[in-house]
């Protein structure tokens, strides 16, 4: 651990993602300050998002909390995209329309002033959770982020593995099936395209379209435009079969990405988190009879597949590990 000349400072964390904007001033022990949370409005596109991120951060450093922004250390960003960590550049992200080559650390650096870190937004939750929640003392754990999208955060040996380009992690663009609908990527038949948020989402919008009878819609307020993977599950929730059987194929897919993971990488845990994790076992237990099914004997019997610990707040907790193991 790097963190010994920071244990007395306060750190700043951000969780950038394709829906939500995260924001929370913490100490070296996690002791949450201050925390902020708004809309992202990826729509708006590259220039109003980060203005938003800039109102986020000016709201937790604003907090009676937060005494004087000189005692924070650095500020820490995880990012719902490919992310160049050495320069601190957003190169593409699936769900940020427009953002191509966005130098966003150095934005960060220069309107606070502050040592600001960057990486993408679910290897920054995995160091969280390696950290902090579920995965301590954990050597070799895999974190799956399903919420807009799909991403990963690898743990191999202790350390976190980025690969060489710092971009190891980008699971949810594995090909399930090269004749796949089409990604937010550009590629057909990933897995983020079959178990997403927002995969789920289109699945249900479909099936309301084509006159199948649910109460989905209802959850919405009669908006189709407002039908989400959260209207899904509370419909399912109340026993709904079309949104029970939505969320078990979205469940059944999750299992498929899944047996790939623990083929290839053989890990002691994989955490489940993002915000499809709160469908709870409606979600994990046809992923986990896929597992049982598919995997290789040997490595399905010494992976745990669990929620993970911290729920939400994985990312910006995670953005204060980025600070503190930083030189």
């Not at 870190?117 to 950290?131: F, I, K, P, Q, S």
């Not at 995969?199 to 009878?213: C, D, K, P, S």
Request: with cysteine; aromatic share 4%; proline share 3%.
């Amino acid at each position: 651990m790097k963190s010994s000349n920071k244990q007395g400072q306060l750190i700043l964390g951000i969780d950038l993602g394709g829906s939500k904007i995260s924001a929370i001033v913490a100490d070296a022990k996690v002791d949450i300050k201050a925390r902020d949370g708004r809309d992202t409005c990826a729509e708006q596109g590259p220039e109003e998002v980060i203005g938003r991120v800039i109102q986020s951060i000016k709201q937790v450093m604003a907090s009676p909390r937060v005494t004087s922004p000189a005692n924070i250390a650095g500020i820490g960003i995880g990012v719902a995209g490919f992310c160049e960590v050495a320069s601190g550049v957003i190169t593409s992200a699936p769900n940020l329309p427009g953002w191509v080559n966005v130098p966003l650390r150095d934005i960060i650096q220069r309107e606070f002033g502050l040592p600001t870190c960057l990486d993408n937004d679910v290897t920054v939750a995995a160091l969280g959770e390696h950290r902090f929640g579920a995965g301590v003392g954990i050597d070799n754990l895999i974190y799956v982020g399903v919420g807009t999208g799909i991403g990963g955060g690898i743990i191999v040996n202790g350390q976190l593995y980025r690969g060489t380009s710092g971009t190891a992690g980008e699971i949810g663009h594995m090909i399930i099936d090269d004749q796949g609908p089409r990604c937010n990527c550009g590629n057909l038949g990933c897995w983020e395209a079959f178990a997403s948020g927002t995969a789920l989402t289109a699945a249900a919008v479909r099936q309301i379209e084509a006159g199948v009878q649910t109460t989905i819609l209802s959850f919405a307020n009669g908006d189709l435009n407002k039908v989400s993977a959260h209207t899904v599950f509370l419909a399912a929730e109340q026993g709904d079969k079309l949104a029970s059987d939505l969320i078990r194929r979205t469940g059944y897919y999750l299992g498929v990405g899944l047996v790939n993971l623990i083929n290839i990488f053989n890990p002691e845990l994989i955490l489940i988190g993002g915000g499809l994790s709160q469908m709870g076992q409606l979600l994990l237990a046809p992923a986990a009879e896929v597992v049982k099914e598919r995997a290789i004997e040997l490595p399905a019997k010494a992976v745990r597949i669990e929620i993970g610990r911290l729920g939400t707040d994985a990312g910006v907790l995670g953005a204060v590990a980025l600070v503190l193991d930083a030189d």
